[in-house]
């Protein structure tokens, strides 16, 4: 295979060499990777459980469904700022429906992957079990569900605003790193208009985790699988335009992918 041919993983491995390269491979970063997932994603389940929950025992006057979609998609817009910057030289993804992307993009191993999702479906719950311990069973703890008699439009739904969010997310890797100046402003630009619009027709998830999260807190999984299937359908959707608009994974993809090792910081 030429060098022209190489993409992500295999295109970084080529532009640093295989002994640089083996600082990524490192156990070491491999769990610094895992842990960042853990912990922001864990950060958002509990923020936006939390925040309901909140809102509801302790806010006062009722706030319409609106009002509340406004307020959680803020929390949930902050987060990810606050959490990209201090994150995402390490790892950010935060979300399946992104680790799904970079793995389709070539950007990751499967292997890797799987490791991502296990760490951050488990994190999630652990956010939203552990926002329930401190506010009770309040405010739904921010479970997504969808209006009654809409499934699928939901998951339709689901899928194309993961679609939007995948592409931005992928479009950002491939040109300035994911923790950039500007880059954890633009995620938190995308999460706070969209989780606006659909957080009163269906609590605007964009992310499995973070559905399953409050699901499991409140003990209710029957409508799950829109939000498991609707952001996968998107993310897949996503990966095929973002190719057709600016090409394969580079080797700069992957690095945003992956984070940056403590061994080679001072020379990326």
Known sequence: MGAVDLVGKAALVASVGPSSYA??????????????????????????????????????EPLHPWQLAAVLSALGALW????????GDISSHFNPAITLAFALRRDMGWVKAAAYWLVQFTAATTGALLARGFFGNYGNLAAT???????????????VVTFGFVLLVVSLANGPK???????????????????LAGPFDGGSMNPARSLGPDVAIG???TYWIYLLGPAVGSVAAVAVARVLRG???????RAAMGT????????
């Not at 990810?80 to 994150?87: K, P």
């Open 220 to 222: 209710e999984l029957s």
């Open 261 to 268: 090792p403590l061994a080679r910081r001072s020379e990326i």
């Open 145 to 159: 569900v969808p209006q009654p008699g809409h499934n699928i439009s939901t998951a339709a739904f689901e899928a």
């Open 248 to 254: 394969p994974a580079t080797a700069q993809e992957a």
């Open 80 to 87: 990810f700022v606050a959490a990209i910057y201090f994150l």
């Open 178 to 196: 994911l923790n950039g100046p500007f880059v954890p402003l633009a995620v938190g630009a995308y999460v706070m208009a969209l989780g606006t």
């Open 23 to 60: 600082d990524w491979t490192n156990a070491n970063h491999r769990i610094r990777r895992l842990l960042s997932e853990s912990i922001g994603t864990a950060g958002l389940t509990f923020v936006l459980s939390g925040g309901a929950a909140s809102l509801v025992r302790y806010g006062g």
